[in-house]
């Protein structure tokens, strides 16, 4: 069973920035898509960003496109996600999974804690 943890979460102003870091044990992630997802209370789970298993393609939710940055180095067993010009509405609990490359759907409903972002205006 894998095992994701998060982390580079925090507390920045407006305008600020972020990297995330996701890293994998249990298995190997040089041949599966990944992708980093956001909750907030009340809200359903959402995919931010994408990236295809060798990091050639890469997809983001539009509302943090051109902002976030997804990539991966399979030597390391880790994924990361830059996040730039942070906006209050990015505050969220981030994960990251495996992903069904095309659907975006996570491989199963294992999610590890998460690491915080808050964003203040």
């Known amino acids: 069973q894998v095992d994701l943890v998060e982390s580079g979460g925090g507390l920045v102003q407006a305008g600020g920035s972020l990297r995330l870091s996701c890293a994998a044990s249990?298995?190997?992630?040089?041949?599966?898509?990944m992708g980093w997802f956001r909750q907030v209370p009340g809200k359903e789970r959402e995919i931010v960003a994408a990236?295809?298993?060798?990091?050639?393609?890469?997809d983001y939710l539009d509302s943090v496109k051109d902002r976030f940055t997804v990539s991966r180095d399979n030597a390391k067993n880790m994924v990361y996600l830059q996040m730039d010009s942070l906006k209050p509405e990015d505050t969220a609990v981030y994960y990251c999974?495996?992903?069904?490359?095309?659907?975006?759907?996570?491989?199963?409903?294992?999610w590890g804690q998460g690491t915080q972002v808050t964003v203040s205006p």
């Open positions: 249990g298995r190997t992630l040089s041949s599966v898509a």
């Open positions: 990236i295809s298993w060798n990091g050639g393609v890469t």
């Open positions: 999974n495996i992903i069904q490359w095309g659907s975006n759907i996570p491989w199963n409903d294992s």
